[in-house]
């Protein structure tokens, strides 16, 4: 990886690139919207909103009025969690399209694989959701599709109905919650991984040997944290609305983690908190 323009390649042949600006907790209107500018102007080509965040209008704004070719932006979206269900995500999906004001989406993702009001029948209804994304994959309204916070059980339910495996699955990856049963699972399977929360929501600037790396390599904490990302095969998704630290966690591509630095973070354990349970989440 060279730069933010650099791309991994998705097991349909669509490239994605390397590092996306995430948008969570961005609000909608003009912080959502500046952020997003903020990120195209420093050289992000991949921006990752969800319907669930509510500020998909003001990310559409930003990616139709920066001027680039709409070619060269990668856009995300994920379905919310009431909206599970074949006629329901067909709806959602239009919906998300309107607030965006984009003719096709990138990547659509499944947000969450158990939500609290499909407890009971989750499989049933991520196998009707899962055949909303494959048509809509197939009539070239999306061009590509994938899963969010999804472990193997719940991969291994999906892949007994659908016809096209899942190209990513987005989950939290940062040092001290690297999920390896789901990161070995997915790679398996070739299904990306995409790294939400590679900051540790905050937690990674407290952690005493980050701090160490930082000083050793004349970087940020949170630009090691991202290169560990990058070097583990993963594609990370840092999220901030400060237009200084926007730029300075594109600036990943100048410098390498050294195998044995790269095994000492790996090595970081429950140091940033984990992953909430997916079948246990509250909404």
């Given at each position: 990886m060279k730069s933010l323009k650099s791309t991994f390649t998705l097991h349909n042949g669509v490239t994605i690139p390397c590092v996306g600006f995430g948008t969570w907790q961005a609000q909608d209107g003009?912080?959502?919207?500046?952020?997003?500018?903020?990120?195209?102007?420093?050289?992000?080509?991949?921006?990752?909103t969800a319907a669930a965040y509510g500020n998909e209008e003001s990310v559409g704004r930003?990616?139709?009025a920066s001027g680039i070719d709409r070619a060269e932006i990668f856009v995300t979206s994920k379905l919310r969690n009431p909206d599970h269900g074949y006629?329901?995500?067909?709806?959602?999906f239009d919906l998300t399209m309107r607030r965006l004001g984009l003719d096709t989406l990138d990547l659509y993702?499944?947000?969450?694989?158990?939500?609290?009001?499909?407890?009971?029948?989750?499989?049933?209804a991520n196998a009707a959701t899962w055949k909303a994304f494959e048509e809509l994959y197939e009539a070239g309204r999306i061009r590509a599709i994938g899963v969010s916070n999804f472990r193997p059980h719940h991969l291994d339910a999906?892949?007994?109905?659908?016809?096209?495996?899942?190209?990513?699955?987005?989950?939290?990856?940062?040092?001290?919650?690297?999920?390896?049963?789901t990161v070995a699972y997915?790679?398996?399977?070739?299904?990306?991984?995409?790294?939400?929360?590679?900051?540790?929501?905050?937690?990674?600037?407290?952690v005493p040997l980050m701090q160490e790396m930082a000083a050793k390599y004349g970087k940020t904490v949170a630009q090691i944290s991202l290169r560990w990302s990058l070097q583990m095969g993963f594609l990370p998704l840092p999220k901030s609305t400060t237009p200084s630290r926007i730029r300075e966690n594109a600036a990943l591509f100048d410098f390498e983690l050294s195998q044995a630095d790269m095994d000492r973070i790996t090595g970081l354990e429950d140091c940033c908190g984990k992953a909430s349970d997916p079948d246990k989440i509250p909404f």
């Open positions: 003009e912080q959502a919207e500046t952020a997003v500018r903020a990120a195209l102007e420093a050289g992000y080509r991949h921006i990752d930003a990616v139709r006629e329901s995500t067909l709806a959602a993702l499944i947000h969450w694989p158990n939500p609290a009001q499909f407890r009971d029948n989750w499989q049933e999906l892949l007994k109905t659908a016809r096209i495996v899942p190209m990513v699955n987005q989950i939290r990856l940062c040092p001290g919650d690297t999920q390896d049963e997915s790679r398996k399977h070739n299904i990306l991984l995409e790294a939400y929360s590679p900051l540790g929501t905050g937690k990674i600037f407290g």
